[in-house]
C-alpha cells in the first residue's frame, strides 16, 4: 500500500493509519515539481543577490551577521547538522521517529523549504525501508523548531550519526553501504531546512493523540465496568440531565455510559441508596472534558503538521526569502501541556474508583479477596495507582510558561514544547497503566456479584480479559497481571 505526500490535507487519523498499517510513502508529480520549483529558485537568488540571506548565505542564531562565501555553503550546512546534534537521555522510539520523518517529508514537499529533491526522497527512503535515525529525548527547547532531534534525524542522510536497522544499531555510514545508497551531497540551506522545523514536537503530540483518542474509549469502557461492579446508579447518565449543561464531550459520554451499561442485570436490581461518588457520578463531566480538550488540541495539531515550519521561508510565487518565526513551537507548546492536564484527569478519577472498589464497601469484600486478612488481595494495587497518579501531576507542571534565552540572546523566547512533548508522552503512558489497573480491580470485583450479570457489551470485555487475566483466589505475584491487562488495552477494542 502506498501513500502519495502532495499538497493535500494530511490528517492525524491517515498518519494513524499509515504507521499501523505500514504503508510505503511516495512524492506525487505535484510534490516533486514544488520541491524542484523552489529549489531552483533559490540557486537564482543565490546567484543573484549580493545581500546576505539568513542561514544561506550567513551563519546561524546570533552568527546571522557573519556573511559565508560560496566555496563554504555546502561544509556550513554539514557543520550545521553537526554541532546542533547535542542530545541525550532515552531514545525516542521508533514509532515517533517515524512519524517524525513522515512529517518532515511532508513539510519539505510543499515546496517552501528550498530542499534537493534527492535529499527528500532519501528520508522517503528511509521510511520505506524502516531504517530509525537514533534521536534523544532531550536537548530540544522547541524554539528554533527541535534542532537537536532534527539534526540527529538528518545526520544518517550524510553518513553520520546512528541509525537501528533491521534490529541492530549501526552507523550512518555502515547503513547507507548496506543499502547501496550513497551520503546526500548537501546544498545550501537544506542543514537549515532539515533542522527548523518542529516536526519533532509535531510527532509527539500525534502519537500523543491517537492514544490519547484510544484510552478515552477505555476510559468509559472500563468505567461502566467498575460503577457495574460497585452497584452503581445509571440515573446519572440520563440525557435530560445532560442538555441542561450541553458540552459536547459530556453529552456523548453519558450517551456511551448508557450505551455500556444497557440490559445490565446489576443496573436493574434495585438500590437503596440514591447517589454515587463523584468518581461514578461524575463520569460524563470530567471524562467529557477530556474529550473536548482532545478535540480542541487535535485541530491544532492538524493545523501544524500541515505547515511548512522551517526558517527562512522561500515563496517563489512571491519572489520572497523570509527569516521569520514559523518554528516557535508555542502554538502547539500550549495545547500539549492543556492535553497532558486532561490525560492526566483520566487517570486521577479512575484511581479513585479504584480506591471505592477496595474499600470494602457496597457488598464487595476488602480489597477484593473472599478471605482478607491472611490475604491482601488488591490492597496495594491502588498504592500503585496512586504513585503513578501523583507522578502526573508533577509531570502536569506546564512546560510552556518557562524560557530560558538562548545562542547569545538571538533567541530570547523559546515555547519549551519539546518538553511539554516528553511529558505529555509520559502522562499518556502512566494512564493507561492505571485505567489498566482500573480494569484488573472492577473485573475481580464483578465476579463477587455472580450470578448477576453485567451488560452484553462489558460481558464481552470481561470474557475476553479472563482469556489473559485469571480471578484472584489467593494471593500470588501481581506484577505480571498488570502488565497483560496494558498489553490488552493496547491489542484490544473497548466496548464501544
Known amino acids: 500500500m502506498i501513500h502519495h505526500i502532495s499538497a493535500e490535507h494530511l490528517s492525524i487519523e491517515r498518519i494513524g493509519e499509515i504507521i499501523e498499517k505500514g504503508y510505503k510513502v511516495e512524492l506525487s508529480d505535484d510534490a516533486r515539481r514544488r520541491i524542484v520549483r523552489c529549489r531552483e529558485y533559490l540557486d537564482k537568488k543565490i546567484s543573484e543577490n549580493k545581500n546576505p540571506i539568513y542561514g544561506v548565505t550567513t551563519g546561524f542564531g546570533s552568527l546571522c551577521n557573519v556573511s ?32 517524525m520523518m513522515l ?10 523549504s528550498g530542499c534537493k529533491l534527492d535529499t527528500v526522497e532519501r528520508l522517503v527512503d528511509f521510511f520505506n525501508n524502516d531504517v530509525y535515525p537514533i534521536v534523544y529525548m532531550q536537548g530540544s527547547l522547541g524554539a528554533s523548531g527541535d534542532l537537536v532531534p532534527l539534526a540527529h534525524m538528518s545526520l544518517p542522510l550524510v553518513g553520520l550519526g546512528e541509525v ?35 516536526q519533532n514536537m509535531g510527532a509527539f503530540a500525534v502519537w500523543a493523540i491517537l492514544n490519547s483518542r484510544r484510552l478515552g474509549r477505555w476510559a468509559d469502557t472500563i468505567a461502566a465496568l467498575s460503577l457495574d461492579a460497585y452497584c452503581g446508579l445509571v440515573e446519572p447518565f440520563t440525557d435530560a440531565v445532560h442538555q441542561v449543561r450541553p458540552h459536547k ?34 463520569i460524563p463531566q470530567v471524562h467529557g472534558a477530556f474529550k473536548d480538550t482532545l478535540a480542541y488540541v487535535s485541530s491544532v495539531i492538524d493545523t501544524e503538521i500541515n505547515s511548512a515550519t522551517d526558517n527562512p521561508t522561500v515563496c517563489p510565487d512571491d519572489d520572497l526569502i523570509i527569516s521569520a518565526g514559523n518554528f516557535h513551537g508555542e502554538p502547539i ?41 491472611v490475604n491482601s488481595g488488591f490492597m496495594i494495587t491502588q498504592y500503585t495507582a496512586a504513585s503513578v497518579v501523583s507522578l502526573n501531576k508533577s509531570l502536569c507542571t506546564p512546560a510552556s510558561v518557562d524560557s530560558i534565552p538562548s545562542s547569545q540572546g538571538q533567541e530570547d523566547h523559546v ?24 480494569l484488573f480491580n472492577a473485573a475481580q470485583a464483578l465476579d463477587f456479584r455472580r450470578p448477576l450479570k453485567s451488560s452484553p457489551l462489558l460481558e464481552n470485555v470481561c470474557a475476553a480479559y479472563r482469556r489473559t487475566v485469571p480471578f484472584i483466589v ?23
Open 333 to 373: 507548546a500550549l495545547p500539549m501541556d492543556f492535553l497532558t492536564i486532561a490525560v492526566s484527569e483520566l487517570a486521577n478519577i479512575s484511581e479513585r474508583r479504584i480506591y471505592k472498589l477496595v474499600s470494602g464497601t457496597r457488598g464487595l469484600p476488602s480489597f477484593l479477596v473472599a478471605n482478607p486478612g
Open 68 to 99: 559565508i562565501g560560496k566555496d563554504h555553503l555546502a561544509q556550513l550546512q554539514i557543520n550545521l547538522m553537526m554541532s546542533h546534534a547535542c542530545g541525550t537521555g532515552d531514545r525516542v522510539p521508533n514509532e515517533i521517529v517515524k512519524i
Open 164 to 198: 537501528e536497522f533491521r534490529g541492530k544499531v549501526m552507523s550512518g555510514a555502515e547503513m547507507l553501504r548496506k543499502n547501496g545508497w550513497r551520503p546526500i551531497k548537501l546544498a545550501s540551506k537544506e542543514g537549515l531546512a532539515l533542522l527548523n522545523g518542529t
Open 103 to 112: 512529517l518532515k517529508i511532508q513539510s519539505l514537499s510543499y515546496g517552501y
Open 249 to 282: 464531550g459530556q453529552i456523548d459520554t453519558a450517551a456511551n455510559m448508557r450505551k455500556l451499561l444497557e440490559d445490565s442485570e446489576i443496573v436493574a436490581k434495585p438500590k437503596e441508596y440514591v447517589q454515587d461518588p463523584y468518581s461514578f457520578r461524575c
Open 474 to 496: 489467593n494471593d500470588e505475584v501481581m506484577y505480571p497481571h498488570i502488565s497483560r491487562s496494558i498489553e490488552f488495552l493496547r491489542s484490544n477494542a473497548p466496548a464501544c
Open 415 to 438: 515555547s519549551m514544547g519539546a518538553n511539554a512533548a516528553l511529558k505529555l508522552y509520559k502522562v499518556v503512558l502512566n494512564t493507561e497503566r492505571v485505567l489498566a489497573i482500573e
